[in-house]
């Protein structure tokens, strides 16, 4: 071979293994919706008179061995290939070496080929499916196929380029010229030393919302934003703390550290979805302001209606590490095992493609699920535009009307092919939206989530955002709040706050600052907000500067003598109904923070670690350490403390505070 071709070789080679890095992952073919429902990657009827079970278990693919040259590790390499099975949603692998008198299983995947480690030996493959039973069920064995030692094409470098030499790749006997190869092991997820900064190469990204003010009550009485239920802001510092990295402030959103947990409010009676209440208190962290906390809870459901969900998950090279793609997938088996067999799961997985692996299954299939996840890898780049058409196609199709159609996307958040602006991406979920399909986020790993993106898809989707950091986190939102983080009971649910200018001089909204509406929003039943799932709460705190007793505004401009602080009214639909609900705020119901009770502290310390996290210009004397001390005062740093999860946030205070006083001699550099 001349030179000039080897080169012209060595630099497809190379491309390729560049532009296709990790390529044995799910190498997932152009899959586009059909027409045909048989088309899809569904579970077989198990029924013993079903012409397609009796089909499928005859069925026997033609398998071919195919040389792919200058593929892996710069070598050429060999692949099994066949064609596709109906009905199949996987296939197993048999080898026989020369030493082995049968066949025994080597490996399964979810494609129609499988590259070969050894070149001496036979090989056989079964397509494999699921009944709707959750009962594996096999095609029949193909014929056997031999492959033989092969010569191989090794890439070598040299100072002037990489150049290709044919050597025998024998174990003995021969010489092997021993390449380079490119290869790659992800790295078993360690946290950083205490107080290191992020290494160079962290690429986190984050919205910045600038903070609200105080307000004039005279001149602007009237305070409207969306409510919020996202939680991810929380879960995601919490990590940046026990990992020890420098935390960037727009990454702590306060009303995310405030819902987080659970406060127990009063429930709605049986004819509302949702209930309002509220308390005033000393402000801890400024001492000339009262806080006022409005809780907000929704219903229970008594009958849980049925779910058409589907996971689309991103098995992009980004997702290449153990708190990533393997906790994905072990928080959709979680999810699982909470489904019963009147829901219905659908899986989809894209990176540069996209891809259904499984379509129609009842929710309950956790033997089948559990068994397509397994196979997942990640490598390619991020079409996420596409994964998300083909998701919400494939909800569409199964949708049910009355019951809750969702699509999970489970994501770094870095959306590289497709459709990538944060704007234009919030454009594109906004017409999805209109389907009627809800949309929940779920966010994976480190040093490269876009945060600001998935924060867009939730806010823009008719949806909902939560981080992921630990399994227990999937549990919390997979497991413990299921029907909050999944069954949506009340739609664009908005807060509209009129302050008397006679009783408050100034107020402050703590948070939300990317959830502000026009005041004419309030009442514009056109405008979208945020929705509530069942059982969920959403906690609202202002600062309250008190006024001199003088001033006027629109409710409250003729009833001078009135002692109310202000009018709460929430205003959300119920189906096809439009619901508002109002409660005055009275000033003489004031209550003492030694006795404003452990709920009431419980959000105030989580706003004060907040607001010393994010370095507030109005935080005053906001402290860490301060908010702590009112855990420990209250047996809120213990399980059981009435509020839910408020031992966690202790924790988290302790960590950073530890972090704070011992930084680490050599910090990682930026």
């Known amino acids: 071979m001349e030179k000039r071709t080897k080169r ?29 429902s048989s088309d ?21 693919p033609v398998v071919r061995a195919v040389v792919n040259e200058g593929w892996r590790y710069y070598t050429s390499s060999q692949s099994l290939e066949w064609d596709a099975v109906d009905n199949a949603l996987y296939y197993n692998i048999y080898i026989k070496e020369p030493s082995d008198r049968n066949f025994r299983f080597l490996d399964r995947t979810l494609d129609t080929s499988f590259e070969i480690e050894n070149r001496n030996a036979q090989y056989k493959v079964r397509p494999m499916t699921f009944s709707y039973d959750d009962k594996e069920i096999s095609g029949a064995l193909s014929d056997a196929v031999t492959v033989r030692k092969q010569k191989e094409v090794v890439y070598e470098y040299e100072d002037d380029g990489m150049y290709a030499t044919e050597e025998v790749a024998y174990n003995g006997g021969a010489v092997y010229t021993q390449s380079t190869a490119y290869s790659y092991t992800a790295p078993a997820y360690a946290p950083a030393p205490k107080s290191a900064v992020y290494p160079s190469y962290n690429t986190e990204e984050y919205t910045h919302y600038d903070e ?19 939680t991810a802001s929380y879960s995601n510092v919490r990590r940046m703390v026990k990992g020890g990295y420098d935390i960037p402030s727009d990454a702590v959103r306060i009303e995310e550290f405030i819902n987080y947990f659970d406060y ?6 049986k ?26 809870q929704a219903k229970e459901l008594e009958k849980e209606p049925a779910s058409n969900l589907v996971f689309l998950i991103d098995v992009s090279g980004s997702m290449y590490s153990q708190d990533k793609l393997p906790l994905v997938v072990e928080s959709l088996n979680e999810l699982t095992g909470n489904l019963s067999a009147d829901d219905t799961l659908s899986i989809v997985v894209y990176s540069g493609e996209e891809r259904i692996i499984l379509a129609g299954a009842r929710g309950n299939q956790r033997n089948t699920v559990k068994t397509l996840t397994s196979m997942l890898e990640a490598s390619g780049s991020t079409n996420g535009e596409q994964g998300i058409n083909m998701a919400y196609d494939i909800a569409r199709r199964y ?18 092919v497709g459709i990538s602006d944060k704007d234009e ?46 399994f227990e986190e999937a549990q919390k939102v997979l497991t413990k709040e299921k029907n909050g983080t999944l069954l949506t009971v009340a739609d664009d649910v908005k807060f509209q706050v009129e302050f008397n200018p006679n009783t408050v001089s100034k107020y402050r909204l703590i948070g939300y600052d990317g959830r502000t509406l026009a005041n004419e929003d309030f009442r514009n039943d056109d405008a979208v907000a945020a929705e509530m799932g069942a059982g969920q709460s959403v906690t609202v705190l202002y600062e309250i500067i008190p006024a001199d007793g003088k001033g006027s505004s629109l409710k409250y401009q003729k009833a001078t003598a009135s002692d109310d602080l202000c009018t709460v009214s929430v205003r959300y639909k119920d189906g096809e109904n439009v619901r508002e609900i109002s409660r005055e705020v009275d000033s003489s119901r004031y209550v003492p923070a030694d006795r404003a009770g452990r709920s009431f502290t419980a959000a105030a310390a989580a706003a004060e670690f907040a607001i010393s996290l994010r370095g507030s210009e109005y935080a005053k004397n906001a402290d860490a350490r301060h908010a702590l001390t009112m855990l420990e005062k209250n047996g809120l740093d213990k399980k059981n403390s009435s509020v839910g999860y408020s031992e966690d946030l202790a924790e988290v205070i302790r960590t950073y505070l530890q972090g704070a006083e011992h930084p680490d001699e050599e910090p990682i550099s930026e």
């Open 264 to 269: 127990s409010y009063p429930a709605p009676d």
């Open 8 to 36: 012209l070789l060595a630099a497809l080679a190379a491309a390729a293994v560049i532009s296709g890095v990790f390529a044995g992952a799910v190498s997932a073919k152009s899959a586009d919706v059909k027409t045909d």
């Open 399 to 416: 949708f049910k009307k009355g019951a809750n159609n969702r699509v999970i996307m489970a994501t770094d958040g870095d959306l590289n």
């Open 271 to 296: 004819d509302n979805t949702l209930s309002v209440s509220t308390m005033l208190s000393d402000c801890p962290w400024n001492s000339g302001a009262k806080l006022l906390r409005i809780g907000v």
């Open 425 to 470: 991406l919030e454009k594109f979920i906004a017409k999805k939206a209109e389907s009627g399909v809800y949309f929940t986020i779920l966010g994976f790993g480190t040093e490269n989530i876009k945060d600001n993106k998935m924060e867009a898809l939730a806010k823009e989707g008719n949806g909902n955002y939560y981080y992921i950091d630990c």
């Open 212 to 230: 609200s003010g105080y307000k004039s009550a005279s001149q602007s009485p009237l305070s409207t934003f969306s409510a919020d239920v996202d």
């Open 40 to 60: 899809l990657p569904t579970p077989i009827n198990a029924s013993a008179q079903d012409r397609d079970l009796r089909v499928f278990k005859r069925a026997k």
